[in-house]
């Protein structure tokens, strides 16, 4: 091999080696790159299944909480333990702590000690004194004479005494939380009602009265009565005398069509009973927490019939009677598909004309946020707001707020989580405890000691008569409207927007009931400085939440009291309204009815039942088949 050659092949070996290293090296470096990668792959779905791992036993283990909530909601009522254990140490901490309230009490015991020992001397003396306790105005345990005998007199008397000094130990402790104190005293009244003497037949004189002139036959009849009731019960049947008034018989009879059907409602016009009616019609919305069939009950007492009777084109929704399989309904599908799908109806129907709304209970409420809603999106088809019994603010919403915390709301929500709703003999339950005296005592007392039943009615009827209310809904209503008060204050959202009731800019007519326990009247009496009106009318009618709407005229013992603040009025609060309004005899039923015809633009004739062209066409007779879901 020549010198030349032998350097060529030199010079090709050491040009072609670094080549092939150079090309390992990148293949080596690619492979790790892509193991790289591999690893990366394996590293972030290590990450996914851990996180789903995390989130499937978060959710497990939620599960199981929401699962022991529920269990012990059920033996409590929905009542959180917790609550009830926090506000008593908030109490008893504090009561520890300041003597000097402690020496007021121990006074206040030694003086009603010493009253009751003269006073129990002189009834002994047979002097008839004047006895130093008066039992309160909604008290009527103690009215009958019997009880001012010996020796059921002095039985009464220390247990009044007992009720006011709990009222005082209760009450007026420095430190302890409104609400914890409201609990402890709520609760104090109901373990002294559960012991009343007049829950016992040895200690009241009206069963021991009847017990001698019956023999001891009012036990047997009170058995009867107690038995037959549980039977009911186990049978969710109505209570006994329900039979008597059945729907669409000798209840909700008023004539009329569903003219309207979707998941959540049916929309009812009623026929017209007169030449003429008033241009703009009248839309109604009843709470959902019970049917709607109580402005709508006998024919003597229908708020229905005595509007359509006065030439009011008159429209009413039904509501569903949701299930397990409705327990994501929210607000603001009763919002949009309840009142809106109304409105829409009506609009169609009586096109081209404003429309005057009017809302009951729960069903005021979400009138006022429709309304509200509407004002901002600038859709001007609602003339006029009457609110019956309604809230908008719940700052001040009675003793109802003692179950409205965030321990409690928490028991609920579980509880509700569970089976997908509130069922009515939980809501039931909670409104018998804040009339305990009334609803639950004085009937064990009247139908099972002296074995006498109360007659039943058409309103004792619809209240037998119950719904319930689904998961999402009620819990969205209790946290934003009852717990955060967010209407009120202007954080409630409606598509993703607050809303306020301050753009409400039609008048406003407000009903209140004096002797309401579910909306007190000063709470319903807000909504006169929370909107724009240039008119807000308040009523406020005797009676409760129930009977003072109900007041037909010709109802006995019916009165009423009125006033209106126009634009530029200086406020006047709850009571100092009491001092202004006018006070009226009767029935408030024609005092509205002139109110709406005033804010009405004239007659016209009588608009066609439903539209068929916009798709609106009579379904089926009133009332309809939502209100008849058990």
């Known amino acids: 091999m020549t010198d030349r050659r032998r350097k060529s092949l030199k010079n090709s070996l050491y040009i072609e080696t670094p080549i092939r290293e150079t090309k390992r090296h990148h293949i080596d470096t690619q492979q790790h790159i892509d193991n790289q990668s591999i690893d990366s792959q394996k590293i972030e779905k290590q990450q996914r299944t851990q996180k789903m791992d995390e989130r499937s036993?978060?959710?497990?283990?939620?599960?199981?909480?929401?699962?022991?909530?529920?269990?012990?909601?059920?033996?409590?009522?929905?009542?959180s333990?917790?609550?009830?254990?926090?506000?008593?140490?908030?109490?008893?901490?504090?009561?520890?702590?300041?003597?000097?309230?402690?020496?007021?009490?121990?006074?206040?015991?030694?003086?009603?000690?010493?009253?009751?020992?003269?006073?129990?001397?002189?009834?002994?003396?047979?002097?008839?004194?004047?006895?130093p306790m008066t039992p309160l105005p909604q008290d009527y345990r103690f009215k009958n004479e019997a009880w001012q005998r010996f020796p059921f007199n002095l039985l009464h008397q220390s247990f009044l005494m007992q009720e006011q000094w709990w009222h005082y130990a209760t009450t007026g402790v420095p430190g302890v939380a409104k609400r914890n104190e409201e609990m402890v005293s709520f609760g104090a009244r109901q373990i002294l009602d559960m012991f009343s003497p007049s829950n016992f037949p040895l200690t009241n004189p009206e069963v021991l009265a009847k017990t001698m002139k019956t023999g001891g036959r009012n036990f047997i009849d009170g058995f009867k009565n107690w038995s037959q009731d549980l039977q009911r019960q186990i049978n969710k049947e109505p209570p006994a005398g329900s039979e008597k008034y059945q729907v669409g018989k000798n209840l909700a009879v008023?004539?009329?069509?569903?003219?309207?059907?979707?998941?959540?409602?049916?929309?009812?016009?009623?026929?017209?009973?007169?030449?003429?009616?008033?241009?703009?019609?009248?839309?109604?919305?009843?709470?959902?927490?019970?049917?709607?069939?109580?402005?709508?009950?006998?024919?003597?007492?229908?708020?229905?019939?005595?509007?359509?009777?006065?030439?009011?084109?008159?429209?009413?929704?039904?509501?569903?009677?949701?299930?397990?399989?409705?327990?994501?309904?929210?607000?603001?599908?009763?919002?949009?598909?309840?009142?809106?799908?109304?409105?829409?109806?009506?609009?169609?129907?009586?096109?081209?004309?404003?429309?005057?709304?009017?809302?009951?209970?729960?069903?005021?409420?979400i009138l006022s946020?429709?309304?509200?809603?509407?004002?901002?999106?600038?859709?001007?088809?609602?003339?006029?707001?009457?609110?019956?019994?309604?809230?908008?603010?719940?700052?001040?919403?009675?003793?109802?707020?003692?179950?409205?915390?965030?321990?409690?709301?928490?028991?609920?929500?579980?509880?509700?989580?569970?089976?997908?709703?509130?069922?009515?003999?939980?809501?039931?339950?909670?409104?018998?405890?804040?009339?305990?005296?009334?609803?639950?005592?004085?009937?064990?007392?009247?139908?099972?000691?002296?074995?006498?039943?109360?007659g039943m009615n058409d309103l004792m009827s619809w209240n037998a008569d119950t719904t319930r209310m689904p998961y999402r809904m009620h819990s969205q209503y209790l946290r934003s409207l009852f717990l955060n008060n967010d209407l009120a204050e202007g954080r409630f959202e409606v598509g993703a927007n607050p809303i306020f009731l301050r753009d409400i800019r039609v008048p406003i007519f407000a009903v209140g009931a004096s002797k309401d326990h579910v909306a007190p009247w000063q709470s319903v009496f807000k909504i006169r400085r929370l909107t724009s009106a240039p008119e807000v009318t308040f009523l406020l009618t005797s009676g409760g939440h129930n009977a003072g709407i109900i007041s037909e005229p010709g109802h006995a013992r019916r009165s009423y009291m009125v006033n209106t603040r126009k634009r530029g009025d200086k406020y006047v609060g709850p009571d100092a309204w009491l001092e202004v309004a006018e006070k009226h005899e009767g029935s408030w039923w024609p005092h509205w009815h002139e109110w709406l015809r005033n804010h009405s633009s004239g007659e016209t004739t009588a608009p066609a039942m439903g539209n068929v062209e916009a798709g609106y066409h009579e379904i089926c007779d009133a009332p309809g088949t939502y209100i008849l879901q058990k």
């Not at 140490?89 to 003086?111: C, I, T, Y």
């Not at 965030?406 to 509880?415: A, K, N, R, V, Y």
Request: net charge negative; proline share 4%; with cysteine.
């Open 57 to 79: 036993i978060g959710a497990e283990t939620k599960a199981i909480d929401r699962l022991i909530h529920a269990f012990i909601g059920y033996g409590t009522g929905g009542n």
């Open 81 to 131: 333990p917790a609550a009830i254990v926090q506000a008593y140490f908030d109490w008893a901490s504090h009561l520890v702590m300041v003597p000097g309230k402690q020496m007021e009490l121990q006074k206040n015991l030694f003086r009603n000690l010493s009253r009751f020992a003269v006073y129990s001397g002189r009834v002994m003396r047979n002097e008839n004194p004047e006895p």
């Open 254 to 365: 008023t004539p009329g069509k569903v003219i309207f059907r979707n998941h959540l409602i049916e929309l009812i016009q009623y026929t017209p009973t007169t030449e003429k009616v008033q241009k703009e019609p009248l839309l109604i919305v009843p709470a959902w927490i019970m049917k709607y069939y109580i402005l709508d009950l006998s024919e003597q007492n229908s708020m229905v019939k005595y509007l359509v009777d006065q030439g009011h084109t008159v429209f009413m929704i039904s509501w569903l009677n949701p299930t397990s399989q409705d327990r994501n309904l929210s607000m603001d599908d009763y919002r949009k598909h309840g009142v809106m799908a109304a409105i829409d109806a009506v609009s169609h129907i009586v096109p081209d004309t404003p429309i005057h709304t009017a809302g009951y209970c729960l069903g005021g409420t």
């Open 369 to 454: 946020i429709a309304a509200a809603t509407m004002a901002r999106d600038n859709d001007n088809r609602i003339a006029s707001v009457t609110l019956f019994a309604a809230q908008t603010d719940f700052t001040e919403a009675g003793e109802l707020m003692l179950f409205i915390n965030e321990s409690q709301l928490t028991f609920l929500e579980d509880l509700m989580w569970e089976q997908g709703y509130l069922d009515s003999e939980q809501m039931a339950g909670a409104f018998m405890m804040l009339r305990s005296k009334d609803l639950l005592y004085s009937r064990i007392v009247h139908e099972y000691m002296m074995g006498e039943r109360n």
